[in-house]
């Protein structure tokens, strides 16, 4: 059965935080199910220091017949599925935003941009203060271009969602591997790439040196030094891209209702479950194969020319496997007995950006110099083992929170500062009106 469709407000009613009885509980359950599949990735490469290793040892930590077998569950389940499918949901999220700000005759751009800018913020202070890692700035930045699309016909958005995760992630890979060549020749190609490879290995080096120093202060300037470093690379134009392509796919979902009125489109979950396992065992399985290949030197990306297509083969196993969890948890939940189990997910979803935010202190807690100092020292298994416990325990806390307040503490600031007014906090008592806005 599906999940009963709020009614609209009046028209004219001003704008407000949405109230919990107009929430759509699905979304929430799937909500919380990425942020633990983001988190678990976020601790696989980046807080643990895997990314800024030289190859030999991290292949090193992965070598383990149990370390190869988790990572390689790793790369084909969880490897950018689940940002996928984060970024898929924050599309849907602004398509409802849209139609209820649209019911109340409330003008959504002014409404829109105050809160993306505050979420800019958040994301700013979160990369400076805390990780390099932060999503929520590119969220933020790649969010203002919805408002270019949201008033787009079906067909337009399609071809965009083309444009931007087929077209993008093929066209610049290949500029940037034959561009060099033919502008300077193959041997001054190749001399400038190991350059570049060469410079990017110092900055990885000096960051985890700079994470695995016992000096707070030391860890973030590194981490803030590695972001400025990072910042103006052609592959985080390419990342945007496909965020804003991802962010589109939801914008049509939710047009169509395709999450908020399950039992109509029933049979397309069905399709997507079929055919998003399909693209998503052939994308994720060559991405998978590739990988073992280049572990065993047989295949070089610097190289091997035709590497450069992998871009676009792996993002259709991203979007494939994304698109199976979807179906899967919309079919999963019209049945009461899931329904009741899968709910269990729905507060870690209405906190998500604090639970984000918190995922980040305690990871640093554990991974830097500072704090536990495991940073490049995990193998991959202990890596998955302790982001699944931190998870674990930030789903009963949730529970208890939401219990007594309305709104995680960094949401009630996002709200706070996007309405201009500090939001009622605590909870109504059992029997008492809640205030008007909530």
Sequence with gaps: MSEPTPSAPPRGAEARPVDVSERVTLLDVLRGFALCGVFVSNSFSWFSGRVLLPREQAQALAAPPLETVVSSLYSFFVNQKFVTLFSFLFGLGFSIQLTRAQARGVPIVPLYSRRLLVLLGIGVTHIFALWVGD??????????????????SDRTLLAWVFVLMVAVPLVVPAIQRFGPILLHGAQAAAEAAKASESQEAQEKAQFLAGLSSGSFWTTQEANARYYVDMFFRVNRLLWMSVILGRFLLGLLAGRHLLLQDVERHRPLHRR?????LVLGVLGNGTGLVMQRLRIAGLVDPAKDSW???????????????????????????????????????????????????????????????????L???????????????????????????????????????????TYGRAQPMRLAPRGAAAPAAS
Excluded at 272 to 276: H, K, S
């Design 135 to 152: 999503v929520l700035s590119t969220y933020a930045v790649v969010g203002f271009a919805l408002l270019l699309f949201y008033q787009r």
């Design 272 to 276: 997507l479950l079929i055919w998003g």
């Design 307 to 373: 590497m450069f297509v992998m871009s676009v083969i792996q993002e259709v196993g991203y979007l494939g496997l994304a698109a199976v969890y979807v179906a899967a948890f919309a079919l999963l939940f019209q049945r009461e007995r899931w329904r009741r189990v899968m709910q269990v997910l729905a507060p870690v979803g209405r906190m998500a950006l604090t639970n984000y935010l918190l995922e980040t202190v305690v990871s640093l807690c554990i991974y830097d110099g500072w704090g536990l100092g």
């Design 375 to 417: 940073v490049g020292r995990m193998p991959p298994s202990s890596c998955v083992a302790v982001s699944l416990a931190v998870f674990a325990l930030q789903v009963p806390l949730s529970h208890w929170w939401l219990s007594r307040f309305r709104f995680g503490p960094a949401e009630w600031l996002w709200r706070s500062l």
